[in-house]
């Protein structure tokens, strides 16, 4: 006859402390690839704030086809900001999410005011915004490669192929 399971109910100290992260990646690499995705988060939420801005107070004659676009862009956005910070989380940190933490630590400037009948002045802005978070993103993947950390190297890679496309396009617009 086999023994009994043992009840984990029955030894107190089982499930009471979280095991040491050791996912295979040296702590001091975790550190350096988290705080990487940390200046991407803080790019990627600042570039989608401002695209959905644009998206609410466009006006004039571009109205309709950059209304659309900058709704397509945003929610897109939206969505890898979350994958971003869970793998922050993954890493081992928590995520600095407030808008002081993105105001101290995205790479994008302010920027102008920007009038609501200026839709150019308001594409150029989220092109170097999309430039922006590409130098930011391709700058991680940078630091996640070296580290072997392939998950976040495969992540980066698919938001720098957004952002440079996104780059373009508004580019384009303006050419
Ligand atoms: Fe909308």
Do not use: C
């Not at 999309?130 to 392939?150: F, H, I, M, P, Y």
């Amino acid at each position: 006859m086999s023994t009994p399971a043992k009840n984990l109910k029955e030894d107190p100290k089982v499930g009471q402390t979280a095991p040491e992260i050791d996912i295979g990646i040296e702590a001091g690499d975790r550190k350096k690839i988290a705080e990487s995705l940390m200046v991407v988060l803080a790019d990627a939420f600042t570039l989608y704030l401002k695209t959905h801005n644009f998206h609410f107070n466009i006006t004039g004659e571009m109205f309709n086809s950059l209304h659309a676009m900058f709704e397509v862009q945003y929610n897109e956005q939206w969505m890898a900001f979350d994958e971003i910070a869970e793998r922050i989380r993954a890493l081992g940190y928590n995520v600095p999410a407030s808008y002081e933490d993105f105001q101290r630590l995205t790479s994008i400037k302010p920027g102008t005011k920007v009038e609501h009948t200026d839709w150019r002045e308001m594409v150029r802005q989220l092109t170097v915004g999309n430039e922006a978070v590409s130098r930011t993103a391709r700058q991680a993947l940078g630091v996640a490669d070296k580290a072997g950390d392939d998950p976040t190297v495969d992540m980066l890679t698919q938001r720098l192929k957004v952002h440079e496309k996104n780059a373009w396009m508004l580019r384009a617009l303006l050419q």
